[in-house]
């Protein structure tokens, strides 16, 4: 166990990291949490945050929108009058780390934005340990209420007059990167155990989990096979994510990240809209991803699976890589036109 010297009011004291994630988060003793990053320096672009613009930049413009929870909207530029549909964005990083500021979502989800003609707007999430599950669950839900709000009756302020103005409620699109698109299905299942009347004029018209985290306890194939080639993925960041996320003695067969497992409600009890699964070839979670589509289909759920040849977890998120590599250049340019494609179909 480390110790590390601080200092309060104006006496030394000793705390203890009782959890470490190599890079990226120390848990102490006293409950307090430390997320300065301590890996690759060359790492460290990728976590910078975007700020807002409303001068079109590549054909969006970016607005945080504050409220409970607080709010990020990518605007593409689009034809006058013409209303948008909504991506709904919940970020990765196993429910502990990440900001959905960051530019590893904003070069990507701009560029969404504004091939898909879509608005995307993602959620503040509070994050484990300090903030278990269900807590992001409960915060998407509540992103979704705040939507219904504007729908319903738009305030009078201009967060919610450029939602109103903008978008199309009526196709509200749940889309998350990881531990995010877990979020998806989670947040899915409570949307649809309330009636269509609760909702409208809202409607959740679709769910696009990519590289979503499901596990089992037991180790998948391609997680023993398979090698991480990112400090933005291993087994280590997948275990004890998990173990500080989840309900305290909860495992990973739980229903949040097994929904397709024996504790789960019965998929084909479960009511969901349809789904577009990314799934990565060479991603460690590839199988478990696989199995969850497959029990989706068995259980009569409308799934499709859009597989990404070469690539890993979120290569989509890796700036440099979507710049500099051509596989990784091409999968991304694929991703977005199947976004495009199954959001114009719905």
């Known amino acids: 166990m480390v110790s590390t010297a601080v200092t309060y009011q104006n006496q030394p004291m000793t705390k203890k990291v009782v959890e470490e994630v190599s890079g990226w988060l120390r848990v102490f003793d006293d409950g307090s949490v430390d997320r300065t990053w301590t890996g690759p320096p060359e790492a460290l672009p990728l976590m910078e945050p975007v700020p807002t613009y409303d001068v079109s930049r590549d054909g969006i413009t970016l607005h945080d929108l504050p409220g409970s929870p607080n709010l990020r909207l990518y605007l593409p530029e689009s034809d006058a009058g013409k209303k948008l549909p909504i991506l709904l964005h919940f970020q990765g990083g196993g429910f502990c780390i990440s900001h959905h500021s960051w530019l590893m979502y904003h070069q990507f989800y701009a ?167 990314g799934v990565a070839e060479l991603d460690l979670v590839r199988d478990t991803n696989l199995e969850y589509c497959e029990a989706m289909k068995k259980a009569g759920k409308e799934v499709e699976v859009l597989i990404s040849r070469g690539v890993s977890h979120c290569f989509y998120l890796n700036k440099f890589a979507v710049d500099m590599d051509p596989t990784t250049g091409e999968r991304t340019r694929e991703l977005i036109a199947a976004i495009k494609d199954f959001v114009e179909r719905h």
């Open 111 to 277: 560029r969404v934005a504004r091939d898909v003609q879509a608005a995307v707007v993602s959620v503040e999430l509070p994050l484990a340990p300090e903030h278990r599950l269900p807590a992001a669950i409960d915060t998407c839900f509540a992103a979704l209420l705040s939507l219904r709000s504007v729908a319903r009756s738009p305030a009078d302020d201009p967060a919610s007059d450029i939602l109103f103005d903008n978008v199309d409620f009526s196709r509200v699109f749940l889309i998350g990167d990881s531990s995010g698109g877990q979020l998806v299905h989670a947040v899915a299942a409570k949307v649809f155990e309330e009636k269509d009347e609760f909702w409208a004029p809202l409607k959740v018209a679709g769910g696009i989990p990519l590289h979503p985290g499901f596990v089992r306890s037991t180790r998948s194939r391609s997680e023993l096979d398979l090698k991480a080639d990112s400090v933005f993925f291993t087994l280590d960041m997948l275990d004890k994510f998990l173990e500080l996320a989840l309900p305290v003695g909860a495992t990973k067969d739980h229903p949040y990240t097994c929904p397709m497992g024996e504790a789960a409600p019965p998929l084909d009890t479960v009511r969901l809209p349809p789904f577009l699964v």
